[in-house]
């Protein structure tokens, strides 16, 4: 009697959701000109009023949110009209910088710390960056490190339409350290963020609980654009928890390639552009993910890979992950998903949704002789993957370590190439099917090239992906064509493959 398929079990979405509107302050207004004490306006600012820092000024220093008693805003903005920025929603670039207040850390230290329960500020239209004497800097800003109790942590921090960057040729490791409790990034723009011989990242968070709103920012990162995880907490059974990462661009300058017409001539440690290490409830939808090459890590751009990464926090675990209406291009890899820490003790990361998104152009021999894998997975249950389509030159899953239970595969659109779906030391399709990816559901997925004997039924095997099948291939139109055969006939009766329409734009 055969066995009855098992469905993935759904990831939870995040608990809680940032509310970033603004709400007009009703206490004083505090001007700081060019050449005013800004950490002394800092000090004397209460609950409820507005600082604003004239437009275009430097002020040049290692500024510290203090802590303060009540539960109103601080706000701390450009002195320039609302009207010289985009409005709420809408992100800046650095042509804004003209309109911004400039912060800059004339040394290694942050141009921003947030100190022990520093809670309830928002910034607005400033601008954030090092003095470019400085070679080397950690943090531009940083948000909590090493505290102890979650009521250390500072908290209620939002960082609107500002700039943040470092310098072609500064040693930058990182935009902003997200260490902190109820923290928001929303409409930004960070750059210039990388180190040779380290990680680096736009946003980095290992030792805030969340939750974490990060929505309609540009991401310039040379080792990860953006991670949570990497450092072990200080806090015992932290997980950062409830994070919502929509509409963002994360981006790797080819200037950053060696090969390259565009390279600069440093060369910085390129990773991956989206890692989650020990992470939970995580909301990825409508981004666009662009640039990954082989260079200090294997090419993946996006990993879910638990780590308990000096072996302090055995609680590491990445769960609950939905990657939903993204755009990944030009990589050398796609997702790298693991089920357990190969290094330390971890938990076991589980459930995840990866379903209508587009990977286009994940080409191995392009990007600097990767695998161009779609999926590679190891023993990770509950993994739903679906309405995706993929341009990939390699296999379309290849697995490894151990069987994944309560796999779902339906309604995906890819080329076979020469594996197709492969596992470590098993042949292609059903014999790797039967052994890692025991009661899977494979269904209604057009895997052009394929042989359909070697595979479950209910799929289709079209000899490529090109005849007739798009609106207009060759511009990018990935839409199917009406005359497609593979219209409306998905398990849910849609097209099979991603809905062109709902995907994130740049």
Partial sequence: MALAAVSAADPELPRVYLDTTYVAPKGRTINVAAGDDFQFALERARPGDVITLQAGATFTGNFILPAKSGSDWIVI????????????????????????????????????????????????????????????????????????????????????????????????????????????????????????????????????????????????????????????????????????????????PLSWRKGEPAYGGRHWSVKNLFELKNAQRVLIDGNVFEHNWVDAQNGFAILFTVRNQDGAAPWSIVQDVTFTNNIVRRVAAAINLSGQDNNHPSLQSRRFRIVNNLFED???????????????????????????????????????????????????????????????DHGAGNHTISFYFPKGIFRKNVIAGGKSESYPAENFFPNSLEAGSFVDLARGDYRLAASSLYKNIATDRKDVGCDIDALGKR
């Fill in 362 to 424: 994940v080409n191995g021999s392009h990007w600097g002789g990767g695998k161009g894998t779609f999926l590679q997975i190891g023993a990770v249950p509950d993994v739903h993957v679906a309405h995706n389509t993929i341009f990939q030159s390699g296999s379309i899953i290849f697995a490894h370590h151990g069987p994944n239970a309560g796999f779902v595969f339906n309604d995906n659109l890819a080329r076979h190439n020469q594996d197709g779906i492969i596992g470590d």
């Fill in 77 to 252: 903005r450009t002195s320039a009209p609302d009207s010289s920025l985009p409005p709420p929603g809408s992100r800046v670039t650095p042509e804004h910088a003209k309109v911004m207040p400039k912060i800059v850390a004339p040394n290694d230290a942050p141009a921003l710390e947030a100190l022990d329960r520093a809670h309830h500020y928002r910034f607005i239209g400033v601008e954030f960056t090092v003095a470019p004497t400085v070679q080397k800097a950690y943090n531009v800003i940083l948000l909590g490190a090493d505290q102890t109790a979650l009521s250390q942590l500072p908290h209620h921090l939002i960082f609107d339409r500002v700039y943040i960057h470092g310098h072609p040729n500064t040693t930058l490791r990182r935009g902003i350290a997200l260490n902190s409790a109820s923290t928001a990034v929303i409409d930004s723009y960070i750059s210039d963020c990388h180190e040779q011989g380290a990680d680096s990242q736009a946003i980095l968070g290992w030792n805030g609980p969340g939750p974490f709103k990060i929505v309609n920012n540009y991401l310039e990162g040379a080792g990860e654009n953006i991670m949570f995880g990497g450092v072990d907490p200080k806090i015992k059974d932290l997980v950062p928890s409830d994070i919502e990462f929509r509409r963002n661009y994360c981006f790797k």
